[in-house]
Structure formats: C-alpha cells, structure tokens
C-alpha cells in the first residue's frame, strides 16, 4: 500500500506545472499518524484465554526555512499517545476475569533539525534529515484483579518521578517531498538511522539509563505528511 501510494503521488506531480523551492521560503506542515491492533485468544483447548487492543497517536507539527538552495533548518515538536488494554480470563467457558489492565502513555518532545535536499525529478526532491530532540514520557497503569473479588485498584505510575524518563534522541532521515501545486506538497518519510537514549531519576540510589541504536527503513513505518509554502 505505501509503494502504491509512492507512485500514485509520483505520476501526479509529474503532470502538474513545475514548483520551486526558493531561498527565504518558509515550509509549514507535518504528519498526523493513527494505528489500532486487536486481538484475542479464545480456544476449548485452553485454560486461559487473552483479548487486547492498543492504539497508538502521534501528531507532528514542523516549521522549515530554506537558507540556500540546498540546506534548510527549522524545528517542531512531537506528541505521541498510546493506550492499551488487555483482559485475561482464567476459564473462557466460564468467562471468569483473572486480570484486566489499562496502559496509557504520552510523550511530547521538541527538536530541532536540518535538511540538504536535491531536485531529483521536476516537482520530486529528495532530503537528507539531522534531527534532535529532548522530551518526556509520562505512564499511567491501572490493574483490576475481578476474580479476587477485591475493590479496583489504580496505581498510577506517572505519580513517580523515577518512573517517567526523559529522553534524548537524534535521526539521521530520509524523506521525499512532493510539491503538485504552487503552494502545497506531501512529505514522505522513510526512516533511517536513529540514536535514543532514556534518562531516569534515581531509583534505590543507581541512576537507569538506557541507549537504543536502530536503523529502519521498513515501509510499515513510513509517515506521509503534508506542507504549505510561504514565499517573499
């Protein structure tokens, strides 16, 4: 389905009137992403059975300025929020819960970034993205544990500074941006090669840090976004 929708937006701005990225214009857009995954287990030839749904949001809001006719800087900020719930029942005959649960989490970073892009193909550019940000993340957890017949109980682990992590990371991005019209385009981001580090308090006296080096260019995780152009 991405490359499907690659092509359709390469064949269109390749018949469209030609649009140029100019010195001292400034590119306002973003990218809005929405996933949902179910799932259950439910079988005679088990004991137990599992049933989940998660969702995860992130909204990114960007402002670029093109100081040349290869580089351009700006910065955003990204907001993700994510939840997830899951029910495991002890007897699915008897339907009895032995544990259900609820997972939120948010995070809101800022960043700041530069790109070096090259005309490729007409209204086609490719860029080359070096992008940092700090941010944090915030968890919230609540466990009902029904067949115990015990009230609910809520713990929310968003209320312990040494369980919400401050993070830093830095990409090193591809992206592809497509400009049909004078003043709009699409955005297409392909991933690449992204350092993340998770700072957390204290915790019994040892400070937790964590480092995370990937490099991703798989298609499932592709954003596709859009920008408008401002120029003199």
């Keep these: 389905m991405k490359k499907f929708i690659v092509i359709l937006l390469v064949i269109f701005a390749n018949n469209l009137s030609f649009s140029q990225i100019q010195k001292s214009s400034w590119l ?16 005679n030839n088990f004991s137990e059975s599992n049933s989940s749904t998660s969702s995860i949001f992130n909204v990114i809001p960007e402002i670029n300025y ?30 009895v ?5 609820n997972i939120k989490n948010e995070s809101i970073s800022g960043f700041l970034q530069a790109k070096y892009y090259v005309n490729v193909s007409k ?8 992008k940092s940000g700090f941010g944090k993340i915030t968890y919230t957890y609540n466990a009902i544990p029904k067949s115990l017949n015990a009230t609910t109980t809520t713990l929310s682990i968003g209320q312990n500074p040494a ?19 004078q003043r709009f385009g699409f955005q297409l981001d392909i991933g690449g090669l992204s350092f993340l580090k998770y700072n957390y308090d204290k915790i019994v006296n040892v400070d937790i840090v964590s480092n995370n080096i990937s490099f991703n260019v798989n298609p499932s995780n592709w954003s596709l976004g859009i920008f408008y152009v401002l120029r003199k």
Excluded at 123 to 128: G, L, Q
């Design 66 to 95: 093109v100081i040349s006719n290869k580089f351009m800087i700006g910065g955003g900020l990204n907001y993700s929020s994510s939840t997830s719930n899951s029910e495991n029942v002890l007897s699915p005959q008897s339907s």
């Design 97 to 101: 819960t032995l544990t259900s649960y």
């Design 163 to 181: 369980l919400e992590p401050t993070y830093f990371y830095s990409n090193l991005n591809s992206q592809i941006l497509i400009i049909p019209f």
């Design 28 to 43: 306002l857009g973003g990218s809005i992403n929405l996933n949902n995954n179910n799932f259950k287990l439910n079988s």
């Design 123 to 130: 209204n086609i550019w490719w860029n080359v993205i070096l």
